[in-house]
């Protein structure tokens, strides 16, 4: 029983731990592995009572010992929708004595940011710099900011000696907290950390029970359940008889905390235990004294952690009598002695005060609490927790003091702010006086519902407000219809949307009228989505460009979305004319008259990526996504920095498209949209597979094709394609080329747009190409491979669109790919063609790769082995400029074959050397680990794998590295 000496059970002060000899080990092995490998999660999941709050205690006192700073915090059952509670209550006193240190450490940006939701740094906090204040970004992303912000506060924290974060009952957290978790585990921060967090699983929602599975080798999960009859006799110790102690094992299921509550009701016989542990607390209870029994209860009102003054004025109790009451409250250990501060011994005893109270006794001590803090002058964010319980209908200060705190909130906690907003329109009357107020306030509560994450509950808000409006103030009528399509279509719900749509059309006199003009441009959005791009161009062919009775910024929306459908039809004069229209209207037109319309400006900046006006359309994607933060409009966010991205590989700029779809990613999550995840995700798997981090990329492309939404629609068939890119560039020839044909439905009907058929084309040749040259000793299927790459090369001179410069090089590189093998000199040539025509097309990185193409072919010529090296040192300086590290590593290897001196001297590789062998992080990882001598087995423990795993990775690392032994895998390192 580790060891341990127990004592019986009394006053329950201090009880030594019986037992839990595997959570223990388990606990020491968790900060053995942060002390060692930085990061870790912890997560203990028991019952209540089941003793989770004890072994934190227990890991905290480990954590002291091994020189870790331990921060303790706990969400609370009656605040549960208090914003980053856990956090505050974990972090706040700690920062609030470290300031200054603290903002030299995150920088004064930063703790500009962190000072909106710890009031600790407030005192300190500087102009936000680079970064806006929470208040500012009213998109919903502004959490990912902050979340950012506080993984780097942690990490701050930590420095070099360690940092335990414990967050006790998280199943009552808000979902801030939550949304912080699940960003921390897959964002870990730096430095020897270990966050352990403790739930209850009955109670908690799924995404926290997935918490330490989501943190991979990093997460730990430890199950926390009942003693064993021996442990419970230990636990009662020698004073409590056999038969007693059976008794009370039997009754309390071996619960701890039950256990104890029935061992201190040593004179209640047996057969006269309570059934329940509220029961039992009960009976405890029941022997204090009244005045204590009334400040335990108006402390229960008053907050998790209270402060007697505050307890006082619930309970009508005059100070000094409230501070004998406490004194009562800590000998019989009902509370605990925080500081200055007080809080129950468990979360249990607090539920069982607070219920002992009479209901409308509680409404009164919620009222007096609340009418102090006002007297006060706290901020309605204080406020708004005992208004909400104590606020009745037709009390308009109340309501005002819940809008009052859900806008204060919006930015960093939406989901309490949609919750204070649905407490006041509770309290508000619907009345002709009060209409137009409700029905402003139930537009703010759809959008905030949706921007936290729950967009059917705000799809529902948008439609009751839809039946709430009259039926002739069509203007209202059409906005409204309008968000609750969006909403539906980020559900993947589009034919509802669109019914929604046509519905709303058929309710007006003229469907043709200004107000009927937004409903149509949704209209045209859904048509294109499912790629029905004939169905588009007819609504907007009966679409005038402006009107005298139109909205400022419609005429911009409308000219928004006229280029993709000619585009998509071949029309490439039309769709070009309709850009630079479309451009000059946006950049004539103040913002303020962009906002609505966003969603169509969306249309004009993806149009003008894949027509190869990248320089307009990052201005674009840049401009509205300005707006959709200051206006609140993640769900075209997430989407505009998707586009972002792309247009950022397709020019070379890798870091900055990691970057953006970093946030993209974030975004989407935090939405809750399979729609804009998809989106996010498809561009990270093209810039991670393109930078060389082949693990990334597949993982990215597999949850993408796995989230299983938009089926037959455009953005999905991209996801596929960008997998099947990815299984190229990892050099699974079959698989990728079997992804690819399937992306773009073997050519026939394909759902992708005529750039990325052509960029498939060139794709597919090269894949072809590859496999004819690994078959070298099967002369048949050599030669079936190659002459498929040469239809492949074919098939891209027919798609190619001259007046489209950003893709004229991809049949002449396709072409290069097809000819490597039987005519070098040709291939040569096609692939320097290539080179310029990409090039001047701004596709950097492409021209990069016939740059390589074009250096390789020239090998296979007579003389040409000067040319060769030109070609190649060119292609190596692109790809380092790109950032693309495996192919840089892969030119320098051939550069190093024809003797010219590449790369640095080093003896050895270290972790930041990963791009110069052109290996991901973790192939990095493990293939030092094999030039040490480890084994497959001792690779994969050390590094938290399945030796599957761990093999192939090396088999990965062996084609990189071109070796066929671990030797080989030494040597290469050490070149």
């Known amino acids: 029983m580790d060891g341990r000496t127990a004592g019986s059970v009394v006053t329950g002060t201090s009880v030594p731990l019986v037992g839990r000899r595997d959570a223990l080990t388990a606990l020491r092995g968790a900060m053995a592995a942060s002390r060692r490998d930085g990061f870790q999660f912890l997560a203990l999941a028991g019952e209540p009572g089941a003793g989770k709050t004890r072994l934190l205690g227990e890991l905290a006192a480990m954590a002291g010992g091994d020189g870790f700073t331990p921060l303790w915090g706990r969400a609370a059952e009656y605040e549960q929708m208090l914003p980053y509670s856990a956090l505050v209550d974990a972090l706040d006193d700690h920062l609030d004595t470290r300031r200054e240190d603290v903002v030299r450490s995150v920088g004064s940006g930063q703790a500009a940011l962190l000072s909106g939701v710890f009031p600790g740094l407030a005192a300190d906090a500087a102009p936000a710099g680079d970064e806006p204040a929470l208040a500012d ?24 000696t360690g940092l335990l974060l414990v967050l006790d009952d998280v199943h009552w957290a808000d979902d801030g907290t939550l949304e912080f978790l699940d960003h921390v585990v897959r964002h870990p921060p730096a430095g020897p950390v270990l966050m352990a967090v403790s739930f209850r699983p009955a109670q908690a929602a799924p995404r926290v029970a997935r918490l330490a599975a989501a943190a991979g080798p990093r997460g730990h999960e430890v199950v926390v359940g009942p003693l064993s009859a021996a442990e419970v006799r230990q636990f009662l110790g020698p004073d409590v008889s056999r038969g007693r102690g059976m008794a009370l094992y039997e009754a309390s299921g071996g619960n701890p905390f039950y256990l104890e509550a029935l061992a201190r009701m040593g004179g209640t016989d047996v057969a006269e235990l309570p059934p329940t542990v509220l029961a039992a607390l009960q009976v405890e209870l029941g022997d204090l004294s009244p005045g204590a029994l009334l400040v335990a209860q108006a402390a229960a009102v008053t907050a998790d952690e209270f402060e007697p003054a505050i307890a006082a004025v619930a309970g009508e109790v005059p100070p000094a009598a409230t501070l004998a009451a406490l004194d009562e409250l800590v000998e019989r250990d009902i509370v605990r002695s925080a500081g200055g501060r007080f809080r129950f011994r468990h979360p249990l005893v607090r539920r069982a005060v607070y219920e002992s109270a009479a209901a409308g006794w509680r409404l009164g001590a919620h009222a007096r ?42 930015a960093h906690a939406p989901a309490t702010s949609a919750h204070w907003l649905q407490a006041a329109l509770r309290l508000m009357p619907d009345d002709a006086a009060t209409r ?225 779809t970093e946030e993209s990613v974030e975004g989407a999550r935090l939405l809750d949209s399979g729609q804009q995840l998809v989106f996010a995700l498809t561009q990270v798997c093209l810039a991670e597979s393109w930078s060389g981090d082949d693990e990334a990329a597949l993982r990215a492309g597999d949850e993408a094709v796995r989230c299983g939404v938009g089926a037959g629609e455009t953005w999905e068939a991209n996801a596929r394609y960008a997998r099947g890119q990815a299984l190229v560039n990892a050099g699974r020839f079959a698989d990728g080329i079997e992804a690819v044909l399937d992306a773009c439905n073997r050519f026939e ?162 972790g930041g050397e990963a791009a110069r062998f052109g290996l991901s992080p973790r192939e990095l990882e493990v293939a030092l680990l094999v030039a040490e001598g480890l084994t497959n087995q001792q690779v994969a423990e050390r590094l938290f794998l399945s030796v599957r795993t761990v093999e192939t990775h090396l088999s990965r690392i062996f084609a990189k590295l071109e070796v066929t032994s671990r030797v080989g895998v030494a040597t290469a390192l050490k070149r």
């Open 137 to 160: 970004d009213r998109s919903g992303l502004a959490r990912y900011r902050l979340y950012r912000a506080v993984r780097h506060l942690v990490g701050a924290l930590a420095g070099p």
């Open 369 to 410: 609490i609340a009418a102090h803090l006002a007297e006060l002058g706290a901020p309605a964010t204080v406020q708004a927790h005992h208004v909400e319980h104590s606020g009745s209908f037709g009390d308009q200060r109340a309501v005002e003091v819940l809008v009052a705190a859900a806008r204060a909130v919006t």
């Open 436 to 660: 137009e107020d409700r029905l402003a306030l139930m537009m703010e509560l759809s959008w905030a519902q949706g921007i936290s994450g729950r967009l059917a509950e705000g799809r529902d808000t948008a439609r009751e407000l839809l039946r709430t409006l009259p039926e002739d103030d069509h203007p209202r009528r059409g906005r409204a219809a309008r968000v609750c399509a969006l909403m539906e279509r980020q559900l993947d719900r589009p034919q509802e949307a669109r019914a929604l749509l046509l519905d709303e059309l058929s309710r007006m006199p003229n469907p043709r009228a200004a107000a009927a003009v937004p409903m149509r441009m949704r209209l045209v959005a859904e048509s294109m989505m499912r790629v029905d791009f004939r169905a588009a161009q007819a609504v907007l062919d009966l679409m005038p460009d402006n009107a005298d009775d139109w909205e400022p910024g419609l005429a911009v929306a409308v000219a928004a979305l006229r280029p993709m459908p000619a585009l998509a039809a071949r029309r490439t004069d039309d769709a070009l004319r309709y850009a630079e229209i479309a451009g000059k209207l946006l950049a004539d037109a103040p913002d303020d008259h962009l906002s609505e319309w966003l969603d169509a400006i969306a249309w004009l900046c993806w149009a003008e990526s894949y027509l190869g006006r990248y320089g307009e359309a990052l201005r674009h994607f840049d401009r509205a996504a300005a707006v959709a933060r200051s206006t609140g409009q993640t769900y075209i966010l997430t989407n505009l920095l998707a586009g972002r991205a792309k247009t950022l590989v397709a020019t070379g700029r890798l870091a900055e498209a990691r970057a953006t």
């Open 749 to 910: 009907s394909p759902r992708l747009d005529p750039g990325t058929l052509l960029q498939a084309c060139e794709t597919l040749a090269y894949a072809e190409a590859a496999q004819a040259a690994d078959a070298k000793t099967d002369t048949k299927t050599e030669a079936e491979a190659a002459a498929r790459a040469a239809q492949w090369a074919e098939l891209a001179l027919r798609l190619e669109e001259p007046r489209l410069p950003a893709y004229c090089g991809f049949a002449a590189l396709a072409r290069a790919h097809a000819l490597c093998r039987r005519d070098p000199h040709a291939a040569a040539e096609a692939a320097e063609e290539a080179a310029r025509l990409l090039a001047a097309g701004e596709r950097r990185l492409d021209a990069g790769r016939a740059l390589f193409t074009a250096g390789l072919a020239r090998l296979g010529t007579p003389g040409g082995r000067s040319r060769a090296r030109e070609h190649l040192r060119a292609a190596a300086e692109v790809f380092d400029a790109c950032g693309a590290r495996a192919l840089k590593a892969r030119t320098e290897r051939e550069l190093r074959r024809l003797g010219v001196r590449v790369g640095g001297g080093a003896s050895t590789a270290t």
